[in-house]
């Protein structure tokens, strides 16, 4: 049952229980206190009316032994002998205890039984004595105490016809031992003595008690008693009494009934009953209703459970298979019998059940096929477990794989299941078919016409169906399975197969790729295996990816052994280092020469390795062992300088002679032009040596200063000394962004140089009207010097070896500006020997900046500056 109705309905029932057992117990109470009244009521009643019998008895008998002759005799012993006899006379025994004749003065003159002394009549009895001898009407006394116990004396007189002395004849009766009063009391206690009865007179002093030492206490109803309304009546009864319940004398709660005795006066018979003595009976009713009412509730109860278990037993069936499904536990059948919509739901649940089933041990099935294809890189090992899905998952007699080549044609057959000789013949066709796009199916051979030949088929096959294997658009293959008999394809089953189909082509596909990447890393391996350039790759993260053995011998490193090691642990000289670590501008590769202690020279540079999209995955450097192009540019910059220095003084005599020429003697017009011919020629020659010179010092580093330089200044002075010359070539030299106080550390005489030499390019290779703007700006510990002009631009191409010697630019517009290739190298020396960068930015036909890196000098405390002016 729903535990949260159980939940509810507990305390429920114990409310319903508490509410029937209070209920319970107040009816019990109600009738115990009921019937206890009743009996008492019953008992009072049967003392009222035997109580005036008793006082009747009394009275006539002692008339009757009043009337005895014997009486009257004078013989006291007559008398005597009458009185005896009288004694034993009464219904159940003695009536009377003592009999006693008296005279008219009270005196008692005889009595039985014998006793010591004379008895004598109480003052009640002598008044009593008085009215019977006046009216001579029987009387009787209340009870008066005697020395044999309480008693009640009955009176009449003894007439006498002699007219004697007027005598009367008591009789007392003693309480204690009438057997009438004994019966009346008895009758009025209950059956288990735990009631009490007596009987109290008009005096409402107690008249008759079982106890005697109670007699004569006073006794009334109390009037503060809470009535009992509701007396029961018995059968012809009329209830003149009255009940309360009060208090007893031990101050116990008690039922008390009083009945007045009506032909008594006012005598009442009192009936008490102890309230204890109700509730002890009314446990035993309510007890009995209790059991009663219980075990009618427990039949209600097992009868509502039975019910409702018979009514939701179909419920929880269906409840459990839901749940069961929900959890993917389909091997339970549900089964529910009958015909109403529960057993309906049933069957739908297990419809539902046998789908899912199906479904799941498909998808099962193509998770392990995609398992195993993807698990493996062989291809046939893939498509034999795609075969046996394809089998396990249909009634198919046999599954077969036709791989097309590049023109489309079958070139490989994989199959499984049952072996038929014949089909061979049908995979050509198959692999026709599956060109088509989609599935082919084919459900009964005998009844198609066109697709397939039924005589090609042969009597085993009934049914076809082919799927082609696409991998990216391109048909790698076609599945096909074949049916012994006819056989209708369910979109699920074709649904399975072209995804088992595609499984095949991942697989194929797969292995084609492996073997091409194969192929592509087993060359590249082989190129880095045999290049004598030293290649060494690095992560973003700077870990060392790969080492080539000509790396691996450069660095004294195991090429196994460093994968993942920080560049540090691998590579030592802080060169190749700091290049595998700087910042790469743009993309654009960084390359520095890195000379070994051991006297080696190599070429470093380094780029990044981008991927697809364009992120970084990493860097890769190259060092090329240059040692030998060294030597070879030291070996031709000693002889250009020994050239150049052996050619200076010839050169010197040359010009010498040439000026002296027009002093010794008349040229003419022709002689002139050729001596100025020669003379602009030597200083072609005497500039180029110059240069060269320069070169050669600013390389090996002689009479290199270090020193603070105002740079400011410097450039200053020097676009001011040149602005006539630009002046002179229809152009404007002016300043622009620019800043004071400049310094750098270095040579002045060298840093004007190289300023000088690029506005002098700017000047030579901008044509009339453009302008040349300098400018330098301080960003953090670097001072970037830009020369801009609005020339002819330089070609991207051209730009990669424009700051090597000799290097000019071959173009119309450059062939008659002169110029030995030099100036650019020696801006080069100049900054590397200050430890800048130059570069150029330029626009073919738009113009040039050239720009100079230095890093910036602190003030000296005491300022010696070298500045331009
Ligand atoms: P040159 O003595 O030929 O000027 P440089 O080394 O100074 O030698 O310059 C090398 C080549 O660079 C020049 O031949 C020229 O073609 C090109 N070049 C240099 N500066 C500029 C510039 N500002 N604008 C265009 N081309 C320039």
């Not at 032909?263 to 002890?280: C, D, F, K, R, S």
């Not at 010498?656 to 040229?667: C, D, K, L, R, S």
């Not at 300023?755 to 009339?768: E, S």
Request: hydrophobic letters at 40%; proline letters at 5%; glycine letters at 8%.
């Amino acid at each position: 049952m729903n535990r949260r109705l159980l939940a509810a309905l507990i305390p429920l029932t114990l409310l319903m229980l508490l509410a029937v057992f209070a209920a319970v117990t107040t009816a019990a109470i109600n009738e115990a206190t009921t019937q206890a009244v009743g009996e008492m009521v019953e008992r009072a009643e049967n003392a009222s009316e035997v109580t005036p019998l008793f006082f009747h008895t009394g009275q006539q008998l002692l008339q009757r032994f009043a009337a005895a002759e014997e009486l009257r005799s004078p013989d006291p012993q007559v008398r005597l002998q009458e009185l005896e006899a009288d004694l034993k006379i009464g219904t159940f025994g003695p009536f009377f205890s003592q009999l006693l004749l008296v005279d008219g003065d009270g005196k008692v003159f005889d009595y039985y039984p014998e006793q010591d002394s004379v008895p004598e009549l109480s003052p009640e009895e002598s008044t009593l004595l008085e009215r019977t001898l006046k009216f001579g009407s029987p009387e009787r006394s209340h009870v008066f105490p005697t020395e044999n116990g309480h008693t009640i004396s009955f009176i009449v007189s003894v007439e006498d016809e002699a007219d004697q002395a007027p005598r009367a004849l008591v009789g007392r009766s003693q309480i204690g031992i009438n057997r009438t009063v004994g019966s009346i009391l008895a009758s009025l206690q209950g059956p288990e003595g735990a009631d009490s009865g007596y009987i109290i007179d008009d005096r409402d002093l107690v008249a008759f008690h079982p106890n005697q030492s109670l007699l004569l206490q006073p006794e009334s109803i109390d009037p503060e008693c809470s009535e009992i309304s509701k007396i029961p009546v018995g059968d012809g009864v009329s209830v003149q009494g009255k009940a309360c319940k009060d208090l007893a004398p031990d101050g116990t709660q008690q039922l008390s009934y009083y009945l007045p005795i009506a032909a008594l006066g006012n005598w009442t018979i009192v009936v008490t009953h102890p309230y204890q003595a109700v509730l002890e009976r009314a446990t035993r009713i309510s007890g009995q209703l209790l059991l009663i009412l219980l075990t009618v509730m427990g039949l209600v109860a097992v009868t509502v459970i039975l019910i409702t278990q018979h009514l939701t037993r179909p419920l929880q069936m269906l409840a459990t298979a839901a749940r069961n499904i929900a959890a993917g536990e389909l091997d339970d059948q549900v089964t529910l019998t009958g015909e109403d919509e529960v057993a309906q739901l049933g069957g739908a649940f297990e419809q539902m059940r046998l789908s899912l089933k199906d479904r799941l041990d498909d998808l099962a099935l193509l998770l392990h096929v995609s398992r195993t294809v993807s698990g493996s890189l062989d291809m046939t090992q893939g498509i034999q477990t795609i075969l046996a899905g394809a089998l396990q998952a249909t009634d198919a007699r046999f599954a077969r794989i036709i791989l097309l080549d590049e023109r489309g044609d079958p070139h490989v057959v994989v199959s499984d299941g049952e072996e038929i000789g014949y089909v061979t013949a049908l995979d050509r066709a198959m692999a026709r078919l599956g060109r088509g796009g989609g599935a082919v199916k084919i459900e009964n051979i005998a009844e198609t016409r066109g697709l397939i030949d039924p005589k090609l088929a042969g009597p085993d096959i009934q049914a076809i169906i082919a799927v082609p294997m696409r991998s990216t658009d391109r048909l790698v293959g076609v599945m096909w399975l074949g049916y012994e008999q006819a056989h209708q394809f369910r979109d699920t089953e074709v649904d399975f197969l072209s995804t088992l189909a595609s499984q095949a082509a991942v697989a194929v596909e797969s292995a084609r790729l492996y073997q091409a990447a194969e192929g592509g890393r087993r060359s590249l391996a082989a190129i880095l295996e045999s290049t004598s350039d030293s290649v060494i790759v690095t992560d973003p993260a700077d870990r060392v990816l790969l080492l080539n053995p000509a790396a691996a011998e450069l660095f004294g490193a195991d090429s196994k052994l460093v994968t993942g090691e920080p560049i540090p642990e691998v590579v030592k000289e802080k060169d190749v280092i700091d290049l595998l670590k700087a910042p790469l501008n743009d993309g654009v590769p960084l390359s520095k020469e890195v000379p070994l202690p051991d006297g080696r020279t190599f070429y470093a540079s380094a780029s990044a390795i981008v991927s697809g999209d364009g992120r970084s995955i990493g860097r890769v450097a190259v060092l090329r062992d240059i040692t030998y192009l060294k030597e070879l540019d030291e070996v031709k910059s000693e002889f250009v300088a020994t050239v150049s220095h052996d050619l200076r003084a010839p050169l010197t005599f040359m010009r010498g002679y040439a000026t002296m020429i027009p002093m010794v003697g008349e040229v003419s017009p022709k002689q002139k032009r050729y001596v100025e011919k020669i003379m602009v020629g030597i200083e072609q020659m005497t500039e180029l040596i110059d240069d060269l010179l320069d070169l050669g010092r600013i390389e090996a580093g002689l009479d290199l200063l270090r020193e603070p330089c105002r740079l400011d200044d410097i450039i200053t002075a020097q676009v001011d000394a040149m602005r006539p010359q630009a002046t002179t070539h229809g152009l404007t030299l002016s300043l622009g962004r620019i800043e004071d106080l400049t310094l750098v550390i270095g040579d002045a005489g060298l840093l004007r140089r190289a300023i000088t030499n690029l506005i002098d390019n700017a000047i030579k290779y901008t044509p009339p009207g453009g302008s040349i703007t300098v400018s330098w700006e301080t960003r953090g510990t670097k001072v970037l010097v830009s020369v801009a002009d609005t020339g002819i631009g330089i070609a991207k191409a051209d730009q990669v070896h424009l700051f090597e010697k000799f290097s000019r630019i071959k173009r119309r517009e450059t062939i008659d500006i002169k110029g030995s290739g030099l100036g650019l190298a020696i801006v080069k020396s100049i900054v590397d020997r200050h430890n800048g960068r130059v570069w150029v930015e330029s626009e073919l036909g738009k113009g040039s900046v050239f720009f100079v890196e230095l890093p910036t000098g602190e003030l000296p405390e005491a300022p010696e500056m070298v500045g331009g002016r």
